[in-house]
């Protein structure tokens, strides 16, 4: 945030920087509210500016989780150089601005979404959460009834590969680098063994982008989920966060992934025979 926090930006403005959603794991850098409408600004990290992947899938989870309305900015320095077309990024990103701009933002506030692309944008948003709604309650009562008593998983199964899968980001296909998996061609299976080094979100972090790479599509800044087959996650205890202990599960339903804890082919199959 470095252009930001060096820029007085108007006290008219109600502002957060790097706020918390209970949706997001990582939003923009800024959250600006005029009392009326909302501006998102992203300041890409120099990770970000290495993989376009990387800072779409944020993008991506913020046209999720906030408002419709809010408009979202691509802070770029003009030095910079990004891995992907503006006209690429014009897709995803309602505006893309350099640091001068700042001073201008009053005139972003005024402009008024297109009423269509509104209305589309939260008919889809709609649909996401109902989704996520769903999953959640089944995982919450696989929660209940579940005591975790296999403290490490692996995978028990050789009818598994590699699912090939196309990043619309990217618009190539590629496969997973973390443990994700397609058995039998029913489901999609993760598996992940938690540690005590990192905080659970983290550590689920590659089991979220899988979605966001391989299921989300963003056309005029609006994200359409195509669900496709069932993600199952074979986790070795109950993820959790210190300040917000739901949070994992809402993040791990919102991305379409079943909660299981088995630890042989047969409990596999069994698991794959329920999913919802």
């Known amino acids: ?13 109600v502002r957060v920087d790097n706020p918390e959603h209970p949706f997001t794991l990582t939003g923009p ?29 944020r993008l991506i989870g913020a046209r999720i989780a906030y408002p419709a309305i809010t408009k979202m900015v691509l802070l770029l320095n003009p030095k910079d150089t990004i891995g992907f077309k503006q006209e690429v990024a014009s897709d995803y990103f309602d505006y893309i601005i350099e640091e001068r701009d700042l001073e201008n933002l009053d005139q972003l506030f005024k402009v008024k979404k297109n009423a269509n692309t509104l209305a589309e944008h939260k008919d889809q948003q709609r649909y996401i959460f109902d989704l996520q709604a769903k999953k959640q309650l089944f995982n919450l009562k696989y929660l209940e009834n579940n005591d975790f008593k296999y403290k490490k998983v692996k995978l028990f199964s050789k009818n598994v590969e590699k699912p090939s899968f ?44 899988f979605t966001l790479r391989s299921q989300f599509k963003v056309d005029r800044g609006i994200p359409y989920y195509n669900m496709q087959r069932s993600k199952i996650l074979n986790i070795n205890e109950r993820p959790t966060n ?8 809402r993040m791990i339903s919102l991305y379409g992934w079943q909660l299981s804890n088995f630890y042989s082919e047969e409990e596999l199959q069994e698991t794959v025979k329920r999913k919802r």
Do not use: C
């Not at 509210?33 to 290495?50: A, C, H, V, Y």
């Open 1 to 13: 945030m470095n252009a930001i926090q060096n820029k007085l930006l108007s006290r008219e403005y």
């Open 242 to 249: 210190r300040f917000d202990p739901l949070k994992p599960i």
């Open 29 to 57: 850098d800024v959250l600006l509210s005029d009392k009326k409408n909302l501006i998102g600004i992203f300041e890409p990290s120099l990770e970000e500016l290495k993989s376009k992947t990387k800072l779409m899938t």
């Open 166 to 209: 196309h990043n619309y980001i990217t618009g190539q296909d590629e496969k997973p680098r973390s443990n994700i998996f397609e058995y039998n061609q029913e489901a999609i299976i993760g598996v992940k063994n938690l540690q005590k080094s990192k905080s659970d979100l983290a550590e689920l972090m590659p089991f979220f982008e």
